[in-house]
T-cell receptor
Framework: AQSVTQPDIHITVSEGASLELRCNYS??????LFWYVQSPGQGLQLLLK??????LVQGIKGFEAEFKRSQSSFNLRKPSVHWSDAAEYFC??????????FGGGTRLMVKP | NAGVTQTPKFQVLKTGQSMTLQCAQD?????MSWYRQDPGMGLRLIHY???????DQGEVPNGYNVSRSTTEDFPLRLLSAAPSQTSVYFC?????????????FGDGTRLSIL
């Protein structure tokens, strides 16, 4: 069965600092990987996705993620965090039927 | 083009009551699914459908029923509401395999069971 682990429940960074959110997955075949962001009381917005090809994926809002098969990881990064990035971030793995298994989420707080 | 529309946005029920959460999409997506979101657990798949007349169970199907009589609609029924079903429910739709793109999520339904 597929699973996703986000080891960090909460992360606090200063505005302008770099960010890395960790995601580890378990999946038997080539994974389809996603990062979503959710602002309080809102729905989910797709930041980026990996299906195949280049292991460094660029997304919206200046985010990127790197797929590392050997480490079963798909960590999300941003070089300089803005106060508006404060939200909850979810990593997910998709199966062949397009159904998603989500991690528990990481709540990001940004200090001024 | 409205995308994925969920109604209602908020609902309070008493234990034992039944209700239907509505989900409609206007993108002609084959796949539709229901997730529930609980603190610290991310989103978990309840039921999904790969086309009209075809449904299957996800990770947490107990206490919920679904049907898919049309491509556009995928309602979720709570037969006898329990406090453990207090959650935020999200409906999603997508193209099928071969045109795999992003899942389109609705804005969610916040459900409280007293």
């Amino acid at each position: 069965a597929q699973s996703v682990t986000q080891p960090d429940i909460h992360i606090t960074v200063s505005e302008g600092a770099s960010l890395e959110l960790r995601c580890n997955y378990s999946y038997g075949a080539t994974p389809y990987l996603f990062w979503y962001v959710q602002s309080p009381g809102q729905g989910l917005q797709l930041l980026l996705k990996y299906f195949s090809g280049d292991t460094l994926v660029q997304g919206i809002k200046g985010f990127e993620a790197e797929f590392k098969r050997s480490q079963s990881s798909f960590n999300l990064r941003k070089p300089s965090v803005h106060w508006s990035d404060a939200a909850e971030y979810f990593c997910a793995v998709g199966n062949a039927g397009n159904m998603l298994t989500f991690g528990g989420g990481t709540r990001l707080m940004v200090k001024p | 083009n409205a995308g994925v529309t969920q109604t209602p946005k908020f609902q309070v029920l008493k234990t034992g009551q039944s209700m239907t959460l509505q989900c409609a999409q206007d993108m002609n997506h084959e796949y539709m699914s229901w997730y529930r979101q609980d603190p610290g657990m991310g989103l978990r798949l309840i039921h999904y459908s790969v086309g009209a007349g075809i449904t299957d169970q996800g990770e947490v199907p107990n206490g919920y029923n679904v049907s898919r009589s049309t491509t556009e609609d995928f309602p979720l029924r709570l037969l006898s509401a329990a406090p453990s079903q207090t959650s935020v429910y999200f409906c999603a739709s997508s193209y099928r395999q071969g045109r795999r793109g992003r899942q389109h999520f609705g804005d969610g339904t916040r459900l409280s069971i007293l």
